[in-house]
């Protein structure tokens, strides 16, 4: 088991631990998602990305920066998504993706 990291701020336990990995389409991949199994963290994650003014909508999915056989054993994530509000969830989840997205977007031109 890996050393225990504490981080000052939630965004930052995301960009350590998790990787939101664009699908290209508009439908997600949900059989790949770390969270498919978990409906209760499912529901806090934003994996799609809607741009109306370009009429464009893209999803990811989210896969952890380390292996983990089942995320109900994945002590930090658990303490994370147990002690975080919702809401902060989503926002948090909702640029990450925004990022991966807009990244791969731009590097597929």
């Known amino acids: 088991m890996g050393k225990t990291k504490e981080y000052k701020h939630p965004e930052n336990w ?3 631990n998790l990787t939101a990995i664009p699908t290209g389409c508009a439908g997600g991949d949900c059989s790949a998602c770390l969270f498919h199994t978990n ?3 499912c529901e ?3 994996c799609t990305y809607n741009d109306k ?3 464009y909508m893209e999803s990811v999915y989210w ?3 380390e292996t983990h056989e089942n995320i109900g054993t994945w002590t930090e994530l658990v303490k994370f998504f147990n002690s975080i509000p919702k809401q902060r969830i989503r926002d ?3 640029d990450i ?3 991966a ?3 791969n977007k731009k590097a597929c031109r």
């Open 63 to 65: 896969v952890g920066q």
């Open 39 to 41: 409906p209760k963290y």
């Open 97 to 99: 993706m925004t990022k």
């Open 92 to 94: 948090i989840s909702k």
């Open 101 to 103: 997205i807009l990244s």
């Open 44 to 46: 806090k994650m934003s």
């Open 53 to 55: 003014e370009q009429d």
């Open 14 to 16: 995301f960009k350590h």
